[in-house]
């Protein structure tokens, strides 16, 4: 097992799906930390297919389909509806 402090210099962290078994307090403590570490600097991949989630805790998004990126977008620019 790896102790906690290998990880102390890690700048990007890929979360796939976090939310799917988390309850609303949990979803909302997970982008708390989340922010805290964009905070720090760190980059944060969100992979998610929970629209108001991605708009929620996104700078940026990109779409893919069958494994290729097919747009990207600024997530202020953009709603769920359009």
């Known amino acids: 097992m790896r102790s906690s402090r290998h990880f102390t210099g890690t700048r990007i962290l890929i979360l796939d799906e976090p939310t799917a ?11 708390v930390a989340v922010r805290a570490l964009v905070e720090q600097g760190r980059t944060v991949i969100f992979i998610a ?6 708009l929620e805790i996104s700078d940026r998004i990109t779409v893919m389909r069958a494994g290729k990126s097919v747009g ?6 953009v709603t769920e509806k359009a």
């Open 21 to 31: 078994v988390l309850a609303l307090q949990e979803v909302e403590e997970l982008f």
């Open 49 to 54: 297919h929970k629209l108001p989630e991605v």
């Open 72 to 77: 990207e977008i600024a997530a202020n620019e």
